[in-house]
């Protein structure tokens, strides 16, 4: 699919989460193209299972509102790379959850993938700023799951943030909370590159008692803009086999765990 087409499937979606319902005479308006070619795109995004096509045009599918992450390009993109390494990290992290435990998620794609395997456990209070983990673990009969609430300013962040969310966030306290990082560097800690978001994720690692940080090789000796917390108050880095020992060495020597899955 070409990126105009993307581009244009994507306002499709839009303007359906606004309206429920549309008719292809008043998408070729909008998009001032061709019958055709909003037909064409109907038809992929019904494959996708986003809309069911109706006569004359075309309508919500009922789990778009429940997975908004899938019309949103930037998540998937984000989520496919280094996609194994950050599954086995998020099987490792899962693995030091234990029941009846208070836990925690900022928002990201890996701390995405560790959620997921909590799906099926039992007797847990999960609270996330991720508004796609909080969808999803939903529907876990098993688990308490609360948002933050808050802002969400980002597309395709599904993050939560300003005054409510750090409101939200006084009255808690955690066993462990699995933090996401844009870089993660063990003299400038875990960074991010959003100064607000920063804010947010850091009130959750000052209200845990054990700070998990969940970052694929890439992201190591990286540094984003905005601090979350230094390299001494991370308890525990999990991360894939293609870090340098040079970096395991010099986490371990600021006191982090290092888990190389």
């Known amino acids: 699919m070409s990126s105009k087409t993307d581009k244009r499937a994507k306002e499709i979606l839009r303007l359906l989460l606004s309206h429920g319902k549309t008719s292809v005479e008043e998408l070729t308006t909008v998009f001032a193209t061709s019958p055709a070619s909003v037909r064409r795109d109907l038809v992929r995004l019904e494959e996708q299972g986003l809309v069911h096509r109706t006569h004359g045009g075309?309508?919500?599918a009922d789990k778009a509102v429940y997975e908004p992450f899938r019309f949103?390009?930037?998540f998937p993109v984000r989520e496919e790379r280094f996609a194994q390494e950050k599954r086995r990290i998020a099987i490792a992290a899962a693995e030091l959850v234990h029941e009846n435990e208070t836990v925690g998620f900022t928002a990201g794609t890996t701390t995405t993938q560790v959620a997921r395997n909590l799906r099926n456990r039992k007797g847990l209070h999960v609270i996330t700023n991720a508004v796609n983990i909080g969808m999803e673990l939903s529907s876990s009969k098993g688990l308490d799951t609360t948002l933050t609430g808050g802002c969400m300013r980002w597309p395709?962040?599904?993050s939560l943030i300003g005054p409510t969310a750090l409101e939200a966030l006084s009255v808690v306290v955690m066993d462990r909370v699995f933090v996401g990082?844009?870089?993660v560097d063990p003299e400038r800690g875990a960074t991010t590159i959003e100064a607000e978001e920063a804010a947010v994720f850091r009130t959750m690692t000052r209200r845990a008692k054990q700070v998990v940080v969940v970052a694929d090789s890439s992201k190591v000796g990286m540094i984003s803009p905005a601090v979350i917390c230094p390299a001494g108050d991370i308890d525990v880095l999990i991360t894939d086999d293609g870090v340098a020992d040079g970096a395991i060495r010099a986490f371990e020597k600021c006191?982090?765990?290092?888990?190389?899955?």
Do not use: E, K, R, Y
């Not at 006191?255 to 899955?261: D, H, P």
């Open 58 to 60: 075309a309508m919500l």
């Open 72 to 74: 949103d390009a930037s």
């Open 156 to 158: 395709g962040a599904f």
């Open 181 to 183: 990082v844009c870089g």
């Open 255 to 261: 006191g982090v765990q290092v888990i190389v899955v």
